[in-house]
């Protein structure tokens, strides 16, 4: 499936205006959900590495606009996250929510892990590195696996869009074709 460019910055413009509206109250345990990663992961695991990479990065780079941290801070982990993920596609049975889900976890918890550490060397205020070994384990504890759980819900929920994306719209569930 190739993912195409229209539809990649609708998608995150709407993700970006979602996340940074709507989201704001839909915390929980002060968590929300990170929506233009979890579309990178869904993205590239169906669409593959190169693409991945490429809806990251323009996921990175929206995320950068409205963080307004450093530039390309976010581009850069996004389209990596994006590479890594669309390489997993290749081994993995691509048409079963629990695989996504599961991918999910793992590339959430690795991209907060990395954003955190990232911070730290950047000489960012609220960084794990900044409290030590105690604090990253809070990071990690708090923050990060609520923050994967959170994603793998989100990732439910994109599924079957980014599914009937790829196969022209229509879903065969339950003996009956859906068309989005």
Known sequence: MKIKL???LLTISILLLLQTTLLEYVEIAGVKPNLLLTFTICAAFYAGSREGAAVGALAGLAQDMATGIIFGFYAIIGAAA???TGLINRRLYRDNMIVL???TFLVTLIYESVVSLLYGRAGLHGSALAGGPAKYWFVI???ILPEAAYNCAVATALYLPVL???K???IKAG???VTY
């Open 6 to 8: 229209p539809f990649a």
């Open 82 to 84: 994006g590479f890594i």
């Open 101 to 103: 889900v599961l991918v």
């Open 141 to 143: 504890n708090r923050l």
């Open 164 to 166: 009937a994306r790829e």
């Open 168 to 170: 022209n719209g229509k």
């Open 175 to 177: 003996g009956k074709t």
